[in-house]
């Protein structure tokens, strides 16, 4: 230490060793700041062994597959016999998957354990047979929600929920009230309910005039009847109208539409929303069938075995939905958007 000592021409300085306990100057704690950088230095290394450990790529394909009816005699290849569903779901469940909504997808809010996949189920056409509700305001057994809640009961941590996507026809319903309850009991279940326009007509070379009334008029009803606005659409037959951006957002009257996410009709798995190249305005779907013509290459059974034999193209998550992980290699395919969130290994 030094000490001042007042003399009679001034002031001077002089230094003075102090002896006993505490003589040596004391260590100088870590700064903060620099404390909290190499925790969450480590912190960061020690979540990218665990995404590494389970060969996370959330930069990975996601399958969104593609249903219409559930009917115990199928009249088109767009039908899945009951049986036929629970087989599908049993085999999802078997390779790991876990169904995710197409709002959760399209948000990248998909929130399932580490080393498990996400699978989006959609339902087109809001058919009866998807979901009708008994007299005690329970799914009839046998419809589509119904066997997805017994698929969740069989596999635990198999989430029972899909998305369905709505026309005026409703589930069947034509008196407001029953179209009201079924809506509402989706959306208190957990389910998803996204715009398929009022008519089901196809958009292609629409006037932008027509395709704001086809899609506005049925968000409009769905948002009357049960206070629900859809985060996406699936487009009819799978066609985009002539200006891509049309089906997305739009205006009717004082309402409006925005949509996240825009959902074709085939046939490929669609990418990592994270990934730079995930187009929110066509996202493809794989339509439900079996290995049979065209559907031997391109549809839901060929498609999951192709994943399961390459599962390095599939999108396997870290289980932890603050993180964006993937092997580094991966890098360059990661969206702009998404960077500060990384977690390479």
Known sequence: MRLRVITGVGT????????????????????P???????????????????????ANELGQVPVLMYHRITEKPATTDDRSPAQFRADLDRLARDGYVPVTAAEFVTGKMDIPAGKHPVVITFDDSSPSQLTLDETGQPKPDTAVAILREAAAKHPGFRPVATFYVTRD??????????????????DNGFDIGNHTRDHLNLRGM????????????????GALAGIKPVTIALP????????????????GAASYDHKGVFLAGYTPASSPFSRSFDPLGIPRIKAMDKKGDCAQFCSTAWLDWLKSNPDMRYTSDGDVTTVAFPKFKNPFLSTTHKPYALPY
Request: hydrophobic share 45%; glycine share 8%.
């Open 12 to 31: 001077v300085t002089i230094a003075a060793i102090v002896s006993g306990c505490g003589s040596e100057p004391a260590p100088q704690a870590k700064p």
């Open 33 to 55: 700041a620099t404390a909290d950088a190499a925790a969450a230095k480590q912190s960061k290394a020690a979540r990218a062994a665990a995404a590494a450990k389970v060969k």
């Open 170 to 187: 409703m589930f069947g319903k034509s008196v407001k009230e029953e179209q009201a309850q079924v809506l509402i009991w989706l959306k």
């Open 207 to 222: 006037a932008k005039s027509g395709v704001q009334e086809q899609i506005g008029a049925i968000a409009k009803e769905i």
């Open 237 to 252: 037959y799978g066609n985009q109208p002539s200006t891509k951006e049309w089906a997305a957002r739009g205006r009717l």
